[in-house]
C-alpha cells in the first residue's frame, strides 16, 4: 500500500478505512489512526469510532477502549478546540488489525453508498454552535457507550457516526438526522415516564390486592382437590 500525504489526502473515507485494515502488522493503534485521517479531523473520528463501536461492540472491553477516545473529542469539539490533542497513553491503546478488518467489511457496503448520496447543505446545522452542542451530545452517549450495557452501544454509536458524517462531510441532514434520533428516543424515554406516573398508581394497588388474593385462591384450591 503507497504512503500517503495524509494532509492532502483526497481520497474518500471509505477508501482510508479500508487501507488502514490492508497493513500487516497485527496491532492497530489509535495513534495510527488519528495520523491517518489527517485534516478530516473530528468528524472523521467519530464517524470512525461509532461504526466500529456497531460493528466489533459485542466483543466484551472494545466499547471502553473505543468510547473513551469519544468522551476526549466531545469536550474537545464542545470547547472549540481546532486539532484533536489525546494522551500518549491513549495513542498507545491498539485493537487486533484482523477484527477491524472484520468489522470494517461490515460496514463498507453501506458507507459507500451514503458517501454517493452526501453533498454539503444546510449549513446552519454544520455553524460554530451547532458544533458545540454536537460536541455536548457526544459527551453524553460517549458516557453512556463506555458503559458496560450488553447491547447498549448501537444507538449511541449509530448516532456519534452520524453526527462525525455530518460533519465531516459538511452535510447538514446528516446532522439532523442524528438531532432527530435523538429527540425521538428522549420523547419516547418521556412517553414510558409518564405512562408510568400515570398506570402506577392504579397498578400498585392493584398488584396489592393480587398478592393478598392468590393465597386465598391457592388454600381454596389445595382444600378442593384435598377433599
Do not use: C
Not at 73 to 93: H, K, T, V
Not at 104 to 130: A, D, F, G, W, Y
Amino acid at each position: 500500500m503507497p504512503d500517503y500525504d495524509y494532509q492532502s489526502d483526497s481520497r474518500p473515507f471509505s477508501q482510508v478505512i479500508e487501507d488502514i485494515g490492508a497493513k500487516d502488522d497485527p496491532k492497530l493503534y489509535l495513534g495510527e489512526l488519528i495520523n491517518a485521517f489527517g485534516e478530516r479531523g473530528f468528524g472523521a473520528l467519530m464517524l470512525f469510532f461509532g461504526l466500529l463501536s456497531v460493528a466489533i461492540g459485542i466483543i466484551p472491553g472494545t466499547t471502553t477502549i473505543l468510547g473513551a477516545p469519544l468522551l476526549l473529542m466531545g469536550l474537545q469539539l464542545a470547547i472549540r478546540q481546532d486539532q484533536l490533542w489525546l494522551p500518549r497513553w491513549a495513542l498507545r491503546r491498539w485493537i487486533e488489525r484482523e477484527t477491524y478488518r472484520n468489522g470494517v467489511q461490515k460496514v463498507l457496503p453501506r458507507l459507500r453508498k451514503v458517501e454517493r448520496l452526501s453533498k454539503p447543505r444546510l449549513e446552519i446545522m454544520t455553524s460554530e454552535l451547532s458544533e458545540i452542542l454536537i460536541g455536548v451530545a457526544t459527551v453524553i452517549l460517549a458516557f453512556i457507550l463506555i458503559l458496560p450495557i450488553w447491547g447498549g452501544n448501537l444507538i449511541p454509536a449509530l448516532i456519534i457516526a452520524t453526527f462525525g458524517f455530518g460533519l465531516m462531510q459538511r452535510d447538514g441532514l446528516a446532522i439532523l438526522i442524528g438531532w432527530s434520533a435523538i429527540g425521538l428516543i428522549g420523547l419516547a424515554a418521556l412517553v414510558i415516564w409518564l405512562a408510568w406516573t400515570w398506570v402506577s398508581p392504579f397498578l400498585v394497588p392493584f398488584w396489592a390486592w393480587l398478592n393478598g388474593l392468590l393465597p386465598q385462591a391457592w388454600h381454596w384450591l389445595t382444600g378442593l382437590f384435598g377433599g
